[in-house]
């Protein structure tokens, strides 16, 4: 008999990602530098439960539909939701807005093409460049989070934050490209 998705560790741990979302958020909207570090080190444990989840579900074998459609959701909910926060908080220059920007645009719209060529049994897999995407936008929100506890880091953000955006952009192309024979419906 299989067993409940929900009760697998390496799901509970996604889930709980995706909860945390909420204190993260609410304490960046205070606006209170104190609590800033308080929000880094929640966000901090939140980014690295994705590693976490991904090596004890293949540490346990605990693969599941479930988890295969969750984590995916919870590491573009802890990216958008603290991008939009970090905007409303003025974290972002009007420069800082634009790999923002692409970097929401992209975890939309990727997602979007996956489900319309999932109708068409055309899998796009994730690529490992994808993978250094997601880490990179971890890292880079992580430094945008640090820069009023540490003074001098706003050079180190920004680098960060435009090389998320730019390997979003890459990774996003990567698969529009991939897809675009299906989308055509040139592909046999």
């Known amino acids: 008999m299989a067993k409940n998705p929900l009760l697998l560790i390496p799901n509970q741990i996604t889930i709980a990602r995706i909860f945390a979302i ?6 960046v909207m205070t606006g209170d530098q104190t609590m800033r570090l308080v929000v880094l080190v929640l966000y ?8 976490l989840d ?9 693969f599941s539909p479930l988890g295969r459609m969750l984590d995916p959701i919870a590491d573009k909910l802890l ?3 603290l991008i939009a926060a970090l905007a409303w ?7 800082d807005m634009i790999p923002a920007c692409a970097i929401l ?3 939309f719209f990727i997602p979007g093409l996956r489900e319309f060529l999932g109708n068409t049994q055309i899998v796009l897999p994730v690529s490992k460049l994808a993978k250094w995407k997601t880490t990179t ?7 945008v989070l640090l820069e009023p506890i540490v ?14 955006g730019i390997l979003t952009i890459w990774t996003g192309w990567d698969y529009l490209r991939a897809s675009w024979p299906h989308l055509l419906g040139e592909a046999t």
Do not use: C, M, N
Not at 22 to 27: A, F, N
Not at 44 to 51: E, G, P, T, V
Not at 137 to 143: D, H, I, S
């Open 22 to 27: 909420v204190p993260i958020v609410i304490l």
């Open 89 to 95: 908080d003025g974290s972002f220059s009007a420069l």
């Open 137 to 143: 936008q971890l890292v880079a929100l992580a430094v």
């Open 44 to 51: 901090l444990l939140a980014a690295a439960s994705d590693w």
């Open 54 to 62: 991904g090596y004890l579900t293949r540490a346990w074998k605990q």
């Open 79 to 81: 990216v958008g939701i």
């Open 151 to 164: 003074p001098g880091f706003g050079l180190i953000s920004d680098a960060l934050l435009w090389l998320a």
């Open 105 to 107: 645009f992209r975890e």
